[in-house]
């Protein structure tokens, strides 16, 4: 049984292989605050990755970004167990190099991607799964992006078009995608042919990945009691 009594629940790193996943359940807590009313009752699963059976509403997690990102969340592993202040402050140099910038509680990735072709793939990637019975199907079917795109109006526009081209050319489709980015969320309704995007700014998306961290150091507390 481990204790997770000393992790810093705040500053420290989270424990690796945890029972709930870090970014599923920041999810569930975008979703909770973004919509209440559609998103209040949905519980952690798998394939989807939330679900709120009593709707029949099946939500998938994916992350949409480019390969530099993987190397700041490596170098951001580091820094956060990294003792010796010397090493730290060149972990944040490097990161700084990489266009990322570190707060209290979390590094935010780089803006400013000027295209949804990742976005764009991640989604057509999901409704092959859909549409082979990777997930199961419900009566309603959304997904759910993390990306680091900063779109204006004409992109969202297109991205619109583009996923409704791209869900017309299969049996089961998601009705909402739903793209969160640093300082928006955007939201793509394709049973309604439209868009609307809603400000999230970094004070409360700090809060809402505390929200998430707590949970996820509860679980493990509790599993492991």
């Not at 082979?132 to 297109?158: C, P, R, T, W």
């Not at 791209?166 to 309704?189: H, L, Q």
């Amino acid at each position: 049984m481990r204790d997770y009594n000393g992790v810093d629940l705040r500053n420290g790193i989270l424990p690796s292989h945890t029972k709930i996943d870090i970014w599923e359940e920041y999810a569930r807590q975008v979703l909770l605050w973004f919509e209440p009313s559609t998103y209040s009752s949905l519980v952690l699963a798998d394939k989807p990755d939330l679900v709120d059976t009593f709707s029949s509403l099946g939500v998938e997690v994916t992350r949409s970004f480019p390969e530099g990102s993987e190397e700041i969340n490596a170098v951001y592993t580091r820094y956060c167990i990294e003792a010796d202040p010397k090493r730290r402050k060149r972990f944040l140099e490097r990161l700084s190099q990489l266009g990322a910038q570190v707060n209290k509680y979390m590094c935010l990735h780089p803006t400013g991607r000027d295209d949804f072709s990742l976005i764009l793939s991640s989604h057509e990637k999901k409704l092959l799964l859909l549409n082979q019975k990777g997930y199961k199907v419900f009566d309603h079917n959304h997904l759910f992006i993390m990306s680091d795109i900063l779109a204006n109006e004409a992109m969202l526009k297109d991205a619109l078009l583009r996923f409704g081209k791209t869900a017309a050319g299969y049996e089961v489709s998601f009705e909402r995608v739903i793209v969160v980015v640093p300082g928006y969320v955007y939201e793509f309704n394709l049973c309604e042919n439209s868009y609307s995007f809603v400000e999230l700014n970094n004070s409360k998306q700090c809060e809402l990945a505390m929200k998430a961290r707590e949970s996820v150091l509860e679980a493990e507390q509790i599993s492991n009691r």
